[in-house]
Structure formats: structure tokens, C-alpha cells
């Protein structure tokens, strides 16, 4: 997608909502419809963060990028757009997924949690304090992505979902080992693994 | 991304006669490998029939006493679902051993039975791929192919099928079960579900088009030990380079199935015989034909060791 951007700038696409998309996909799909046609859009009502929200949009337009483009949340991030790096994570009814690799027209009625939901600067989630205070981040990029999967994680786990370091499917304990299985689709490229899982830890009531 | 025109479906029926609708069409289920291969233009649907809300998301217990699961139960509900835990081990196995606890949580288990391959050609579309634009040649053959097939390849593609959850389902003799655009129903062993290359690579699959995946049935239970074991080049989210999943009976006799080495899951039903013989027999047996290259000509080697670790995880 991002191929299509080049001829506008990163600023203008970040600023822009519906339209900015049409403009910006314009060169691509020319080829294929007449110019005065409008790439097919879908309308979609999701519940952000206890807010209702009906969106129009591109029918190629990611969950992700409806959060960030469309609902101007940014906390979820772009890392990799291809479900290879967990930057993107946000929690869809609970449950950790990457927002880079599902439609927004697919979560119609879904109720969404990104970072910005999980809690408030005058009011942390408690994964979110944890990190602060063991500095579980350097650049920070990937951190809202962590914190949302470490969320879902510590739910799965809680609700008995085995991982593949479980030495036994039915009794998963919880271990740092656990842990970092678990949070394996988090990818941190400043290295600040150690003190995520010490964060995680902490806030999960597991031995670090 | 090309443009595509996007609809809702609440029935296995709507779903069919929108695939009749739009021959060119695709059914979306977790999304996790179509939007991948979409945002790189490898795959350009013109339309998209969301199937997430079929209600095909339920595991039920059979009158012969297997399990059916339904095409959208997502990876993560399949694994840890206390009748495949207790019960089929090698499939939770299988399952958690592949991609991350976010893709699991909405990879289903048709996606991921259908899910394509990784050759790193087949990715660059700058670059021949007979499975990617037919006819245009294979760039693995002469390429970077340490990671490809050396079982059942053809000189016009050496891919391998990605999937660990679909070498377990081999491995248990699972059925395919679906519905045609035109309402028929069918179901496919799978042993004859995935397609060898041949000279057709780019037709991976038994299934026709618009024909839509409605469950896997499981046979029931065949007791004994189960394992799944993947080799890979880092420790978690990383795809196999041989994995075998394996069922091994007290009295010597079993199963096993390997992934990495070809355009399906790989099991060869007339090396189980030698099961008893122990892993170098079976090996021999499996890996007879092999046709490999000097990158991936490891793979004999790590498919036969893999498989004694196997036996040896099975005796502990
Ligand atoms: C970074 C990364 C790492 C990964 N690592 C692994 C790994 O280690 N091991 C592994 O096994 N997998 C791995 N995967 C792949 C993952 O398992 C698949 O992407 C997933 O299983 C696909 O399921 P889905 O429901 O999202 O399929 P979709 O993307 O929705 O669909 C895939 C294909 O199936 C078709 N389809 C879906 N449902 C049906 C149906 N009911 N009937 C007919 N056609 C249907 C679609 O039209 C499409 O062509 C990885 C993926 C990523 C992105
Ligand atoms: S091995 Fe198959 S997928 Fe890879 S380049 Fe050759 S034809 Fe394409
Ligand atoms: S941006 Fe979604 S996984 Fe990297
Ligand atoms: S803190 Fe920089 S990528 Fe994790």
C-alpha cells in the first residue's frame, strides 16, 4: 500500500482521512476504473476505546490504519505491515491481534482496545506503569504494541490457553519462559526484552 | 493494494452464491495471509466475501466419535480446546508451534489448512515464479533455496507448504469437508487435498474455484504418544525448516508425518511399517526420493535426526 503513497507526503497522509486516501490511490487504480470513480469504500461501526464510530472508508483500509488515519488514535503503530513484527497490536474483544493484517470493514460492531483504552497518563494500566518503571523501553516504538499483547497474553494465559514451551498442554504454569513464547511475536528492535519480561512479570504475579 | 469490492455473508449458502456471483473472488477468513499477499499485489481480488460470520466457528463431537471444526475456528480456540488437548496433543501442538499468539488468535483452520507458500521468490514480484505468474520460470531452482522442498518437487517449482497445523491434520487422516458455488457438498481426505507442483504449481489445492471449506473432521482418537517437533532457525515465530509430527504406540507401531520438505504435509504410510525398526528405517524409507541442492541437502540429515528425537522424546 505504502508504494502508492510515494507521491504524497508522509505528513499529508497522516493528516487526511477519507479523501486523503482517494487522492493518494489515485495513480494505482486509474488503470483499472475511470478517473471520476472512487475506489469502493465500506462503512464500518466500530467501538474504540468505549466510543462508538462510524467510518467510510477505502475498503483497503487496515484496521490499523483506521485507528491511525481514520479515528487519529496513533498509539498503535506501523512496524512492519505484515504481521511480522506485533507494533500493531490492539486488543478485538479482548483478544491481542495485528491490526496491520485485518480490514476495519471486517470489525463491524467489534469493540476495540488500543493503548489509548488500556488506560489514561493520569490513570496507568498497570502493564503501563510497569514498564515505566523498569524501563521497559528505549525508543518506544514498539512498546504500545507490547503493552496490548502482554495484556491479551496475561488473559490467555489466566485462562488456561497453552503455549509451546507448556510442558503439559492442560497445567500451563507461569514462567518467564512462558513469557517470552508468548510475547515472541513482539518484536523489539532497541533489545529492551529483559526488562519487558520484568514488567510483564511483575504485573502477572510470575517469577522473573 | 488494487481496489476490491468488499461483502458481509451470514450463510455458507450466501457465501457459495457469492462466489458463483464473482468467479474472481475470494473468501477472507482470519486475513492473515490474503491481506499479506494483497498489500504486495501478488494476490488481486476484485472482491472480497468476508466469511467470519458464518457461525462455522464451533468444534462438535461426531456420531463416529471424532471431532468436526468448523472452517473459522481460530487457531488459538482449536489448541486449546480440551478435546484436542486431551486427545489429539499433536494438533496443539502443531498449531502453537506456529506464527505468534496475535496470528493464532485469528488464523482459522481453513486459512491456515490453504495458506501459501513462503519461497522468498514467490514474494518478490520482480522476480520468475511459475506459481506466482505461470509460465515465467522458477528463480529458486538456480536461487537461494535452503528453505524449499526436496520431496515430490518438479523442475518448475521446489516450494514448500508452510504449515505445521497441516501436517498434524495429515498425520491424523483429517477430511476436508466443503460446498460448492452451486450448493454441492463433498469431502476431501487429505492426504489428496494439497497438490504436488507438477507443472502446475500455481494450482496448490483439490478445492474448485468459489468452493468453500465448511470443516475438518477429525477420525476418532488413536491414543498412544503424541508429538510434534519443529526445527527452525530461531527458537519461536519462525516457520520450519522440518518439523514431524508423530503418534507412537506402546508396542512400537506408529505415525509420522513431516513438514518442510515438500508442496504438502509428507507422510508415506509404507515407511510406518518399518516403525519398529526404529527412526533410521523409517527415514530411509521416507527420504528415498529426495532430490536436493547443496543448500538444502541438510534437510535429509535434520528430517532423519529429527525424527530420532522423536522416538527418544516418545521413550522418556
Ligand atoms: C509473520 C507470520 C509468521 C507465520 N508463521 C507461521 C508458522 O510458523 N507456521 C504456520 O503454520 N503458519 C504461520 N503463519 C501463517 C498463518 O498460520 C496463516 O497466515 C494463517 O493460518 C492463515 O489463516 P487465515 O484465516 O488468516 O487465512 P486468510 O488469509 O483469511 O485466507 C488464506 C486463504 O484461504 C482462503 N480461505 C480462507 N478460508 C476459506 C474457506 N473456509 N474456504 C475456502 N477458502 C478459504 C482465502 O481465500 C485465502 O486464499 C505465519 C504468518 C505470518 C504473517
Ligand atoms: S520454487 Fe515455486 S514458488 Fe519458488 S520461485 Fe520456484 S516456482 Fe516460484
Ligand atoms: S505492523 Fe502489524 S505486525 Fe508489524
Ligand atoms: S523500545 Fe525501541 S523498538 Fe522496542
Known amino acids: 500500500m505504502d508504494e502508492d503513497f510515494i507521491p504524497v507526503s508522509r505528513r499529508g497522509i497522516l493528516a487526511g482521512g477519507v479523501a486523503t486516501a482517494t487522492i493518494a490511490t489515485a495513480p494505482a487504480s486509474a488503470q483499472d476504473s475511470p478517473q471520476d470513480r472512487p475506489p469502493p469504500s465500506a462503512t464500518t461501526r466500530l467501538k474504540v476505546n468505549g466510543r462508538t464510530m462510524t467510518l467510510t472508508v477505502d475498503t483497503r483500509t487496515t484496521l490499523l490504519d483506521a485507528l491511525r488515519e481514520h479515528a487519529h488514535l496513533t498509539g498503535a503503530k506501523k512496524g512492519c505491515d505484515h504481521g511480522q513484527c506485533g507494533a500493531c497490536t490492539v486488543l478485538v474483544a479482548g483478544r491481542r491481534i495485528n491490526s496491520c493484517l485485518t480490514l476495519a470493514a471486517m470489525h463491524d460492531g467489534d469493540e476495540i482496545t488500543t493503548i489509548e483504552g488500556l488506560g489514561r497518563p493520569d490513570d496507568l494500566h498497570p502493564l503501563q506503569a510497569a514498564f515505566v518503571a523498569h524501563d521497559s523501553y528505549q525508543c518506544g516504538y514498539c512498546t504500545p504494541g507490547q503493552i496490548c499483547s502482554a495484556a491479551g497474553m496475561l488473559a490467555e494465559l489466566k485462562a488456561g490457553v497453552p503455549s509451546h514451551v507448556s510442558a503439559d498442554l492442560d497445567d500451563p504454569r507461569a514462567t518467564a519462559d512462558e513469557v517470552r513464547e508468548r510475547m515472541s511475536g513482539n518484536i523489539c528492535r532497541c533489545g529492551a526484552y529483559s526488562n519487558i519480561i520484568e514488567a510483564i512479570s511483575e504485573v502477572g504475579g510470575i517469577k522473573a | ?316
Open chain 2, 1 to 316: 493494494m488494487k481496489p476490491f469490492t468488499y461483502e458481509r455473508v451470514a450463510t455458507p449458502a450466501e457465501a457459495a452464491a457469492a462466489a458463483l456471483k464473482n468467479p474472481k473472488a475470494r473468501f477472507i477468513a482470519g486475513g492473515t495471509n490474503l491481506l499479506d499477499l494483497m498489500k504486495l499485489e501478488i494476490e488481486v481480488p476484485p472482491h472480497l466475501i468476508d466469511i467470519n460470520r458464518l457461525g462455522l466457528d464451533k468444534i462438535k463431537e461426531t456420531d463416529q466419535g471424532g471431532l468436526r471444526i468448523g472452517a473459522l475456528v481460530r487457531n488459538t480456540d482449536l489448541a486449546a480446546d480440551r478435546r484436542v488437548r486431551k486427545d489429539y496433543a499433536v494438533l496443539s501442538r502443531a498449531l502453537l508451534s506456529g506464527a505468534s499468539g496475535q496470528l493464532r488468535n485469528k488464523a482459522t483452520t481453513a486459512g491456515n489448512l490453504l495458506q501459501r507458500t513462503r519461497c522468498p521468490y514467490f514474494y518478490d514480484p520482480t522476480m520468475p515464479c511459475n506459481k506466482r505468474a505461470p509460465g515465467s520460470g522458477c528463480s529458486a531452482l538456480q536461487g537461494f533455496n535452503r528453505n524449499l522442498a526436496i520431496l515430490g518437487t518438479s523442475d518448475q517449482c521446489i516450494a514448500t507448504h508452510p504449515s505445521d497445523m497441516a501436517v498434524a491434520m495429515r498425520l491424523l487422516d483429517a477430511t476436508v469437508e466443503t460446498v460448492h458455488a452451486d450448493g454441492r457438498t463433498r469431502a476431501i481426505p487429505i492426504a489428496s487435498f494439497h497438490r504436488l507442483p507438477g507443472t502446475t504449481p500455481h494450482i496448490e489445492t483439490d478445492l474448485a474455484p468459489g468452493e468453500l471449506i465448511t470443516a475438518v473432521v477429525l477420525p476418532p482418537p488413536l491414543g498412544g504418544t503424541h508429538i510434534y517437533r519443529k526445527v527452525r532457525d530461531r527458537a519461536s515465530y519462525a516457520f520450519a525448516l522440518v518439523s514431524v509430527a508423530a503418534v507412537l504406540q506402546r508396542d512400537g507401531t506408529g505415525r509420522a508425518a513431516f513438514g518442510g520438505l515438500a508442496h504438502k504435509p509428507w507422510r508415506v504410510e509404507a515407511a510406518e511399517a518399518r516403525m519398529a525398526q526404529g527412526p533410521k528405517a523409517v527415514a530411509d524409507a521416507v527420504l528415498a526420493g529426495a532430490r536436493t541442492t547443496p543448500q538444502n541437502a541438510f534437510k535429509t540429515v535434520l528430517a532423519e535426526r529429527t525424527l530420532a528425537a522423536v522416538f527418544e522424546q516418545a521413550r522418556a
